[in-house]
Every structure is written in structure tokens, then in C-alpha cells.
């Protein structure tokens, strides 16, 4: 990532999925670069590393649902209860697009 060529002294940075480990790696080897690290739906190696909840392997194993059901059965994986209650129109948020 070339933050200096944008002429960006410090960025907050945001990494999702695997977003998540190049914003790790940046914040690693460029610390002087980021000002804030959000990861999010991100893992990490090492002993005591957390692996995927069973459902989580078992929604992405499934092949009999269509792209649309699974993208609404792993945002209710994904996503805190807490943010669905706040949200009442969520999918407003996610919008599937004609080819899924």
C-alpha cells in the first residue's frame, strides 16, 4: 500500500475478511503509518487462536442454498444481536445484486 504516495502522513484503517490481514500487516510493518486498527471478521495464528464456530463451517459448507440465503444466514453469524435489534431494516444495508 502506498500511503505515501497519496500523501497520507497517518490513516485509521479498516480491514474486513481478508482486508483484515493486509490492514495487520500494514500496521506491523508501517506503524508510524496508522493512526487506529479496525479488523473485523478476521482470524490470527498461534496456539490460541479461536477457531470458526461450527455453524459458521457448516453455513459455508452448505451447496443447496442460493447466494442470497446464504449472505442473510451468515450476516445473522456475523453481525451482534444487538446491532439486528438496533436495525430493524438491515438489509437495506447489504444489497444483493441481480447476479447473485
Do not use: H
Not at 6 to 20: E, P, Q, Y
Not at 35 to 49: F, K, P, R, T, V
Request: charged share 25%.
Amino acid at each position: 500500500m502506498e500511503i505515501k504516495a497519496l500523501k497520507i502522513d497517518k490513516a485509521d484503517v479498516l480491514g474486513w475478511s481478508m482486508g483484515s490481514f493486509v490492514a495487520q500487516e500494514l500496521a506491523l510493518t508501517n506503524p508510524d503509518k496508522v493512526s487506529s486498527l479496525i479488523i473485523y471478521a478476521s482470524s490470527c495464528d498461534g496456539e490460541e487462536a479461536e477457531p470458526p464456530r461450527p455453524e459458521v463451517i457448516q453455513t459455508f459448507s452448505n451447496t443447496s442454498i442460493t447466494p442470497p440465503e446464504l449472505g442473510q444466514k451468515l450476516i445473522s453469524l456475523l453481525f451482534p444481536t444487538d446491532w439486528f435489534k438496533s436495525k430493524s431494516r438491515y438489509q437495506n444495508n447489504f444489497p444483493i445484486t441481480k447476479d447473485s
